[in-house]
């Protein structure tokens, strides 16, 4: 996995838009080393720093946007 932020599409955004709106408990699963990790929680925010965009979870977990591998069962 290279450290350079890759820039997702604008769908994306949307969607991760939408799930903070909502509020409600989705399934994440995000790339963090060699295995794959899974959190269930809420989208509290997404915000960028250093150039690179994140998602904040309701519990506090940061996950850099192009390391998610799939956000409430879409790709």
Do not use: K, N
């Amino acid at each position: 996995m290279t450290d350079a932020y890759e820039p997702l599409d604008c769908s994306l955004h949307d969607r991760i838009e939408d799930l903070a709106t909502r509020r409600r408990v989705v399934r994440i699963r995000y790339a963090d080393g060699a295995d794959p990790l899974e959190a269930d929680d809420t989208v509290a925010d997404w915000f960028v720093r250093d150039g690179a965009e994140f998602l904040r979870t309701g519990s506090g977990l940061e996950i850099r946007l192009d390391r998610i591998l799939e956000i409430d069962g879409q790709p």
